[in-house]
């Protein structure tokens, strides 16, 4: 009996931290690195197609995956020395 307010209390230690680790990945260090480049920024619009598209394709995984594939095929063409992209196209 005394060990379980203990181990209630561990549980939502962890939660909270994971939590707040989640938080500052996702609103600081996300937006500071992906949104702040010009090379990498993509529309909203691309990222909802793509999480439908690969997400009908490959269910939940698809959706997980689908915007670092999108952002790896965006570096590719954009980067990359051949590039199909107009140079005023590509940002």
């Known amino acids: 009996d005394n060990a379980s307010?203990?181990?209630?209390?561990r549980v939502l230690v962890v939660m909270l931290?994971?939590?707040?680790?989640k938080m500052?990945?996702?609103?600081?260090?996300?937006?500071?690195?992906i949104h702040g480049d010009d090379v990498m920024k993509m529309h909203p619009v691309v990222?909802?197609?793509a999480i439908g598209v690969f997400g009908g394709i490959w269910g939940p995984f698809g959706m997980l995956v689908?915007?670092?594939?999108v952002s790896?095929?965006?570096s590719v063409c954009v980067l990359g020395p051949h590039s199909p992209i107009p140079k005023p196209y590509r940002n």
């Open 72 to 74: 790896l095929l965006k």
């Open 5 to 9: 307010p203990d181990y209630l209390g």
């Open 17 to 21: 931290g994971l939590t707040f680790l």
């Open 66 to 69: 689908s915007v670092p594939m």
């Open 24 to 33: 500052l990945f996702s609103n600081v260090l996300e937006v500071a690195f």
């Open 47 to 49: 990222c909802l197609l």
